[in-house]
């Protein structure tokens, strides 16, 4: 069963516009959720992070915004490059359980030129 | 400095065959964690080994199996193959046990396995 839920599956973007990813999840052991970009023949990596306890995190053009009590996290990929061309994958840690990483099924995100 | 290296990249067997993955983790980390990709889903946790010794398994029947090495590279084995384990098998290593607190894992480019 995915414990984490993550939609659109795949979306296009004009180049400078703004993408957003949303994910949701049920178990509130849950207690780090991480964002990893994907790129074709490669392995996931990780591009940004955030706990239950923030509700908001910026690293240069991408934000995470939290909700904890929907148990709802979205990642905003903001004037979009054709370089962000890739999946992109929500995952989550249960607290206690910190060798797991629950990833979302991935959102491939197209920014045109 | 090298990254998580993975062999081979693909490769192709046919239903009941066995086949070993093999995973070298970034010098200095200790963990090794294994994951299953299939085409158009999220990574799903198999393995996690820290020090030689089986740390966590996920929901994957026994025919999944791995192991770690005194050099903390692993093996990820995988017998009487069905079509549905067809899939990107991603390795990953962290220095220690637990993800550390940026929650990152390294993971490799994969092994693309088909099977037939």
């Known amino acids: 069963q995915q414990q984490v839920k993550q939609s659109p599956q795949s979306l296009i973007v004009q180049k400078g516009g703004i993408s957003i990813i949303n994910c949701a999840y049920e178990?509130?052991?849950?207690?780090?959720f991480p964002w990893y970009q994907q790129f074709p023949g490669k392995g996931p990596a990780l591009l940004i992070a955030i706990r239950p306890d923030v509700s908001e995190k910026k690293e240069g053009r991408f934000t995470i915004s939290f909700n904890k009590s929907a148990k709802q996290f979205s990642l905003h990929i903001m004037d979009s490059q054709p370089g962000d061309s890739a999946t992109y994958f929500c995952?989550?840690?249960?607290?206690?359980?910190?060798?797991?990483?629950?990833f979302g099924a991935g959102t491939t995100v197209t920014v045109r030129a | 400095d090298a990254g998580v290296t993975q062999s081979p990249t693909h490769l192709i067997k046919t239903r009941g065959q066995q086949v070993t993955l093999r995973c070298s983790p970034i010098?200095?980390?200790?963990?090794v964690s294994w994951y299953q990709q299939v085409l158009g889903q999220g990574p799903q946790f198999i393995f996690q080994?820290?020090?030689?010794?089986?740390?966590g398994r996920g929901n994957f029947p026994d025919r999944f199996s791995a192991r770690q090495f005194p050099n903390y590279s692993s093996e990820l084995n995988v017998n009487a193959l069905l079509l549905g384990d067809s899939a990107l098998y991603l390795c990953?290593?962290?220095?220690?046990?637990?993800?550390?607190?940026?929650?990152?894992?390294?993971f490799g480019e994969g092994s693309r396995l088909t099977v037939l």
């Open positions: 010098s200095g980390h200790k963990s």
């Open positions: 080994y820290y020090e030689k010794e089986e740390r």
């Open positions: 178990n509130t052991a849950f207690d780090y």
């Open positions: 995952a989550a840690r249960r607290r206690g359980n910190d060798y797991k990483l629950s």
């Open positions: 990953a290593s962290s220095p220690r046990m637990g993800l550390p607190n940026t929650g990152e894992l390294f």
